[in-house]
């Protein structure tokens, strides 16, 4: 820079009363993007034998014990959604969903259809890194003996 | 009782007594003897009595007698005949050998010669050779002689002379002592062979003395030369130390002086005045010389020539002419001068002189010489002495002279400083007033700039090529001048050039590494440096060693974090150079936005 080669003929001239130094400022910036990272630590969910006519089946194991989590880390919101592949909703089963920071309380459940829905909003004010848990609930309407099963797809996606 | 000999015309009878007096001789007959007479046998003769030689001839011999000795038993043989022989053959070409003469003294009467003639080994030992008269008695030796302990004395002002001619047969003469008051001389003549001359001691040779000494080998001798003396070498190797000795003498150019020619003496003339004028010779002085005194080295040939002078190891202070008015001196090879104070009188001429200076103060009486005249002065810095201005590399000095008009000494004036390990350089001249020297100093530092003072006052800002040579630059001479170089030593230069004054990385992720380089900056500086950098994080809440920056000078680089504050490397060489930032940014799991941050970096000397 013109202002080092200008300080350093001044020093020069100033001779032996003058101990150099030359510094000089840079400016360094950057831009930081939104960033998620979300991995699932659960793959599947058994209610195991559940009665026909009745409601909020817990899965086993029971979503208390926070077995169905996934990690997070972002450093900006974001929003989870989901849906599912629809074999519940077209054999009369229905499949409520919430997402919660604690496995032992609820969030607020939403029930999946084959739609996507947005389930949770982040509310962050700084970058996160940590665990939350989902929480399932089935109800079971008047349908014949059998084994059902459905697929759930959970989006997150920065806010 | 043997009878020992036969007396012809003799007053004197030789008796036997029958015992062996000296245990060498223990097998011998010896015969006491109370004169002069032929001696007709071989044998051990003893003189019991002072005797007067009136006679020409003291003791003969029968033809062809050999191994006799005369024993004079602390007596005296007084030589009051002119010219006599103590010793002849009967025949005078009588080839007689082994003759020895011992322990006793030969008085020669006033102006006369005493020969002893031998043609094959005569030995002299334990004699005292002496004189009754005023002028110049002589002895003279003839043949293969040896002569050892001999002592000459006089008690007046008269001369001694031993002449030795040993023009066929070498000769051997150890422990001569010569005490002489007058106009003595010892001359040896030895035209064929080496001869060897031991253990001497010549004190006192007065007057227009001379001692002549040629094709001799000498060890040990001690020879005090007094004034008007005249001693003259060829082909002299004097061993040991000091060889001559010049004690008392108060003459100039006309008084005392010694010839050497082919020689290599040790001179030493502590108290004196004195001469020595040599050829192709070595010239060793030791001493303390009086200031007021000359010295003279050089040879005067018969063209009036000085040449091949070597003067080496002068540890005293010495007053040095190696040069007369109307004599050229040319081809002096290393004048070496060790350790005194010199005072030269100097003639250069188209052959040129060099003159070394080991630590030395050479202070020149005189400088002339024919046109274009050459003078070369060395100075050796690894040498002090007491003469030396220890504040001083060397002192030169000049003093108030005139230049003789026919050189131009100041166009061809070259020094030569030798080992040079300092950065400073003093010496001071001093020329006749008005006088222009062009100085040209040869053996600095190469390539190495130089400020030239003249008594004290900074001149000239010179450097010096790659051997090491500076200048020429002028002096004006109205007074002594002390010039001095002193190696120049800026002080200390920085200069730094950004050639960039931000960077961006643009839109980066959490969890990655990013590199900008390349970044140049210019480096001029002529000392070592230091690099400091300091800044701010970018976000003051959250990162933490977010950035860090490189700075690459050929293979060499570091890496600090850019959140510390300290020194980045140390001790660069000088140079003129670029370096090359590099800046690296890892992003930690930061929130979105846009971060900057103001990176302080520092050069320092």
Redesign the interface.
């Known amino acids: 820079m013109k202002y080092a080669s200008l300080l350093s003929l001044l020093i020069l001239a100033l001779g032996l009363v003058a101990v150099p130094a030359y510094s000089d400022t840079v400016t360094v910036s950057a831009t930081v993007s939104p960033y998620i990272s979300v991995t699932f630590n659960y793959n599947a969910v058994d209610f195991g034998t559940v009665t026909v006519g009745s409601t909020d089946n817990h899965p086993t194991p029971d979503y208390t014990t926070g077995v169905y989590n996934v990690s997070i880390d972002t450093n900006t919101n974001y929003t989870v959604s989901a849906y599912e592949s629809g074999d519940f909703t077209s054999n009369g089963l229905t499949l409520d969903f919430a997402v919660s920071s604690n496995p032992t309380v609820d969030g607020t459940f939403y029930t999946l259809g084959t739609s996507s829905q947005t389930v949770y909003t982040s509310s962050l004010t700084e970058t996160f890194e940590g665990t939350e848990y989902h929480q399932y609930l089935l109800d079971v309407g008047d349908i014949p003996t059998g084994s059902y099963s459905t697929t759930v797809y959970i989006t997150y996606s920065a806010a | 009782m043997k009878k020992a000999g036969i007396s012809l015309g003799s007053l004197l009878f030789f008796f036997s007594l029958g015992f062996t007096l000296f245990a060498p001789l223990s097998n011998a007959q010896a015969y006491h003897i109370a004169g002069c007479g032929q001696l007709n046998e071989s044998g051990y003769y003893i003189l019991d009595n002072d005797i007067n030689v009136t006679q020409d001839v003291c003791f003969s011999f029968g033809q062809g007698i050999s191994n006799i000795t005369v024993d004079l038993n602390g007596h005296t043989i007084h030589m009051t005949k002119a010219n006599a022989y103590i010793f002849r053959g009967v025949y005078d070409s009588n080839v007689i050998a082994n003759v020895t003469i011992i322990n006793g003294t030969i008085k020669v009467y006033s102006g006369h010669y005493v020969y002893f003639t031998n043609k094959s080994n005569m030995y002299i030992e334990d004699i005292n050779l002496t004189s009754d008269g005023t002028c110049c008695p002589s002895f003279v030796v003839n043949g293969r002689v040896e002569i050892h302990n001999i002592n000459m004395v006089t008690t007046s002002t008269e001369s001694l002379n031993i002449i030795v001619d040993s023009s066929y047969e070498p000769f051997l003469v150890d422990s001569i002592n010569v005490y002489g008051n007058g106009s003595g001389s010892i001359q040896y003549y030895s035209y064929n062979y080496l001869s060897n001359i031991t253990n001497c001691n010549v004190q006192h040779v007065s007057g227009s003395g001379k001692v002549y000494l040629e094709n001799v080998s000498v060890d040990n001798v001690y020879f005090d030369i007094d004034y008007l003396s005249f001693v003259y070498f060829e082909n002299l190797t004097v061993r040991g130390e000091p060889a001559i000795y010049c004690d008392g003498c108060v003459g100039d150019y006309t008084g005392n002086f010694i010839l050497v020619k082919n020689g290599n003496i040790n001179f030493q003339a502590d108290q004196a005045e004195s001469s020595v004028f040599a050829y192709n010779s070595i010239v060793n002085v030791t001493g303390d010389y009086s200031t007021s005194l000359t010295h003279y080295i050089g040879y005067i040939n018969a063209t009036g020539q000085i040449s091949n002078i070597q003067l080496k190891n002068v540890t005293g202070v010495l007053n040095l002419t190696i040069n007369e008015s109307s004599i050229n001196v040319y081809d002096l090879g290393d004048l070496d001068i060790y350790q005194t104070k010199a005072f030269l009188y100097l003639y250069c001429t188209q052959y040129g002189i060099t003159v070394d200076v080991f630590g030395s103060e050479l202070k020149f009486a005189d400088i002339s010489g024919a046109s274009g005249g050459v003078c070369n002065i060395s100075y050796n810095r690894n040498f002090t002495s007491a003469y030396l201005d220890p504040s001083l590399d060397t002192y030169h000095r000049i003093y108030g002279i005139t230049i003789g008009s026919t050189v131009d000494i100041g166009s061809s004036f070259k020094r030569y400083v030798y080992e040079i390990s300092s950065e400073k350089v003093v010496f001071v001249d001093d020329f006749e007033s008005g006088r222009h020297v062009d100085y040209t100093i040869y053996n600095l530092k190469p390539n190495t700039t130089y400020n030239v003072y003249l008594n004290g006052t900074l001149t000239y800002v010179m450097t010096s090529s790659p051997d090491g040579t500076l200048g020429p630059f002028n002096v004006t001479f109205s007074s002594p001048v002390n010039i001095t170089l002193e190696e120049f030593t800026p002080?200390?230069?920085?200069?730094?050039?950004?050639?960039?004054?931000?960077?961006?990385?643009?839109?980066?992720?959490?969890?990655n590494s990013?590199a900008i380089e390349g970044l140049a900056v210019n480096v001029?500086t002529n000392t070592n440096y230091s690099v400091y950098i300091s800044g701010t994080n970018?976000s003051a809440e959250?990162a933490i060693n977010t950035?860090n920056l490189t700075i690459c000078y050929d293979a060499y680089s570091l890496t600090k974090s850019f959140s510390e504050t300290e020194t980045l490397f140390d001790a660069f060489p000088a140079l003129n150079a670029t370096h090359y930032h590099k800046?690296t940014?890892y992003?930690p799991?930061?929130?979105?936005?846009?971060?900057?941050?103001?990176?302080?970096?520092?050069?320092?000397?």
Do not use: E, H, K, Q
Not at chain 2, 491 to 511: A, E, K, Q, R, W
Not at chain 2, 589 to 605: C, K, Q
């Open positions: 002080s200390p230069y920085l200069s730094i050039t950004f050639n960039y004054s931000s960077i961006d990385f643009g839109n980066v992720y959490p969890y990013y001029s970018f959250w950035l800046y940014l992003v799991l930061v929130p979105v936005g846009n971060y900057s941050t103001a990176v302080v970096i520092d050069y320092r000397v």
